[in-house]
């Protein structure tokens, strides 16, 4: 069991309590197992990181550790609340990404009880309700997260954000992350999140306008690339939407709803032989819109077309306006 340990802790760098975590394998390869439980302590004291590389540790080993008492452990510390708040703060991005809820969930407990004014904690919370998508749940602690007067880091603002449009509340989400492009400009993707927002609000000249702004950071984002060819298709701005549609990055794309936008693309720009590629492409996981695929492109009839989006329609399959004007072209070419 040392040999395991020492195996994921050696690559713990000095500045995450590395050198403290390798003493504390030292102790217990000679069997010193108090001695090695009191450096081990002092690792986690010192840098929440090395909390992290014991957890990584005890999964390697199949024996995972007990995360509310491992987290009371690693906070208890002599440190004045003020430096404790800061140093818990720096670390919470990398707790987000870890990816645990439940370890961080316990942390933002422990960082509660032991610095009850202090952010850290209630966006803990808040990003394990998130994390685990309870996002009514996550709200509340977000706001007393924000309720401590701190500037709250990215992660937090997205996920709040995030959290806002999933529960219906798009106005909100929209001020809590134009805030946030405003505190973190260098973060793209809290630009990106703003964008949903304001589509959200069925705002899309905005949201196409901060997309084309942000695609010249990021030429080749392919859901930079989908949100703006969603906002452009809700404008009928069919020219800018096809040549979107016919990216690299979005023609790669095995995403159906990325094969219906761009079918909505081509068909409204009156490019019907690319639309029924997609829409051959579509039918085919879809076998409900073959015969529409059929009647609209393969065999046209305008007729048994009409009557088939009748159909879908009673069926209470979302219609987008492109299928009605596939339909005039077809109608179009027989007259």
């Not at 880091?153 to 929209?174: C, D, F, H, Q, W």
């Not at 939407?241 to 909505?264: F, G, H």
Request: aromatic share 10%; hydrophobic share 45%.
């Amino acid at each position: 069991m040392p040999d395991a340990l020492s195996n994921t802790l050696r690559f713990a760098p000095d500045r995450e309590a590395g050198l403290w975590l390798r003493l504390g394998v030292a102790f217990a390869q000679y069997g010193h197992h108090d001695w090695a439980e009191v450096a081990f302590v002092k690792a986690v004291q010192e840098h929440l990181g090395a909390l992290y590389w014991l957890y990584d540790a005890a999964d390697a080993l199949e024996t995972p550790l007990e995360p509310v008492g491992m987290s009371a452990t690693a906070l208890a510390t002599d440190m004045n609340n003020h430096d404790l708040c800061e140093r818990m703060t720096s670390y919470l991005p990398t707790a987000y990404y870890s990816g645990n809820q439940d370890r961080l969930a316990a942390l933002g407990r422990a960082a509660i009880a032991r610095v009850e004014d202090c952010m850290f904690g209630y966006a803990c919370l808040g990003l394990a309700e998130h994390m685990a998508e309870e996002h009514e749940t996550a709200i509340p602690w977000f706001e007393q997260a924000y309720a401590q007067g701190a500037i709250p880091p990215p992660e937090v603002i997205e996920a709040y954000g995030i959290s806002l449009l999933e529960t219906g509340n798009a106005n909100k989400a929209r001020t809590i992350l134009e805030e946030g492009t405003i505190l973190w400009p260098e973060h793209p993707w809290l630009k990106i999140r703003l964008t949903t927002a304001y589509a959200a609000l069925n705002n899309h000249a905005d949201a196409a306008a901060l997309l084309r702004e942000i695609r010249q950071t990021l030429p080749h984002d392919a859901y930079v690339a989908y949100l703006l060819l969603s906002s452009l298709l809700e404008l009928g701005a069919y020219a800018e939407a096809k040549s979107l549609a016919a990216l690299p990055e979005l023609a790669a794309s095995n995403d159906i709803w990325v094969w219906a936008a761009r079918w909505r693309a081509f068909a409204g720009a009156g490019d019907d032989n690319e639309a029924a590629i997609l829409l051959k492409k579509i039918s085919n996981s879809h076998q409900e819109l073959q015969p529409l695929y059929n009647y609209l492109y393969a065999t046209p009839n305008h007729r048994l077309a009409f009557d088939e989006l009748l159909r879908l329609e009673n069926d209470d399959t979302p219609i987008v306006p492109e299928l009605y004007m596939t339909l005039e072209r077809i109608e179009d070419r027989r007259s």
